[in-house]
């Protein structure tokens, strides 16, 4: 069984920075691809960045332009980090940490991604 947990949230300023933490465990998430995905009301869930297992291969959305990394570490568990810089108020949303199973390969869409965080918010205002 696989669990995620997000944290580092908040209510920020437009142009400040925040990073976003996802401690991952369970059997073989070390092996897994993981992404970052955010969520406003009203609106489908979006793909924000993913990182394939090695952690060599990244990817972003396009409304991401620069200011965000994604990345992840590995010791007893995985913990995949988003780094996020000059946020604007367009960047408030759920975001939730994501994996796959070991090994798949990395979707832009949410569907085929297993294993979902509970979500933390990210709120900027103006």
């Known amino acids: 069984q696989v669990r995620l947990v997000e944290s580092g949230g908040g209510l920020v300023q437009a142009g400040d920075s925040l990073t976003l933490s996802c401690i991952a465990s369970?059997?073989?998430?070390?092996?897994?691809?993981m992404a970052w995905f955010r969520q406003a009301p009203g609106r489908e869930r979006e793909f924000v960045a993913a990182i394939d297992w090695v952690g060599s291969y990244r990817d972003y959305g396009d409304f991401v332009k620069d200011r965000f990394t994604i990345s992840r570490e590995t010791d007893r568990n995985t913990v995949l980090t988003l780094e996020m810089n000059s946020l604007e108020p367009e960047d408030t949303a759920a975001y939730f940490c994501?994996?796959?199973?070991?090994?798949?390969?990395?979707?832009?869409?949410?569907?085929?991604?297993?294993?979902w965080g509970q979500g933390t918010q990210v709120t900027v205002s103006a």
């Open positions: 994501a994996a796959r199973s070991p090994q798949a390969s990395i979707s832009y869409t949410s569907s085929p991604w297993e294993y």
């Open positions: 369970g059997v073989g998430v070390s092996r897994a691809p």
